[in-house]
């Protein structure tokens, strides 16, 4: 009797941790939308319900919204997600107003692609954004005037590109970002007038290149930079007067590779730089 006893009790327990178990899977599979998911205008008149509905967090594929022209202007529907497995791309969407509904994203498996949005003018709704494992890609946003979303960012996978951005005048956001995979580009940003809050840069795995950002006098934001892994760029840019934020990077040997300036305010070369000729002065 004491046995049968013992044997239904510990079978209950058994059915009861099974079916926890079940409800657990049944409940994170709820909330992960497999494949890619488009965001457009059938999108908002057929899908956009069922999404906010189900409060899905994880996308296994890609994210894309893309060339929208006047249709999208608001992605305030995404604001469960948390993780996108592939690509985030928000392109030529020329009504969306901001990117309100990305605040609890902290992980972009692919890239994050942001160009040719017309009306977005902050990246603020990024704020919990820790991590892109491909490249970052900002550019043509005529109207980007901060960065400061990025500023929890400590990791960009590949490549990290800023082009075009008409009225950014300062990184202040990139405050945190500590390495770049690939190679960092600054080009053709003819407000940006320093670089300092890449201060806490220590690694750029491929070339660092600055190219036509008329306004940026310094390198002082690369004060911090240990390597440099293949080579540095330095063109075109006609106020930029003082290279001694690379003087620690060569003197400490973390860069050894193809070194070329042209068309600067100054010109020094990597040895003026390492023997303190670093500015005219």
Excluded at 5 to 15: D, G
Excluded at 167 to 182: A, C, D, K, M, P
Aim: contains cysteine; hydrophobic residues 40%; aromatic residues 8%.
């Amino acid at each position: 009797m004491k046995f049968s006893n013992l044997f239904v009790v510990v079978l209950f327990f058994v059915t009861f941790l099974f079916s926890c178990s079940s409800e657990e899977v049944d409940e994170q599979q709820s909330i992960i939308y497999e494949g890619d998911l488009i965001i457009n205008r059938e999108f908002e008149l057929t899908k956009k319900e069922e999404f906010v509905k189900r409060g899905y967090k994880i996308v296994t594929g890609n994210v894309l919204i893309e060339d929208n022209d006047q249709l999208i202007v608001d992605i305030s529907f995404l604001r469960n997600l948390t993780s996108i497995e592939g690509d985030l791309r928000i392109s030529e969407n020329d009504n969306l107003q901001s990117l309100h509904g990305l605040e609890n994203l902290n992980l972009v498996e692919g890239f994050l692609i942001i160009t040719d949005n017309s009306s977005i003018s902050d990246l603020d709704s990024l704020e919990k954004l820790s991590r892109v494992g491909g490249s970052l890609i900002i550019g043509g946003n005529l109207n980007l005037t901060s960065l400061h979303g990025l500023a929890k960012l400590r990791l960009v996978g590949e490549s990290l590109l800023l082009d075009g951005n008409t009225n950014l005048s300062h990184v202040e956001g990139l405050n945190n970002l500590e390495s770049v995979g690939g190679s960092l580009q600054v080009q053709n940003n003819p407000g940006l007038f320093n670089i300092d809050a890449l201060k806490n840069l220590t690694s750029i795995e491929n070339a660092l290149i600055l190219h036509n950002n008329k306004k940026i006098k310094d390198l002082e934001g690369f004060n911090g930079l240990a390597v440099v892994g293949r080579e540095i760029i330095l063109t075109q840019n006609l106020s930029l007067e003082s290279f001694c934020g690379l003087q620690s990077l060569i003197k400490n040997k973390g860069f050894k590779g193809h070194y070329y300036v042209s068309d600067n305010y100054y010109n020094p070369s990597k040895e003026d730089i390492f023997n303190g000729n670093c500015n005219p002065s």
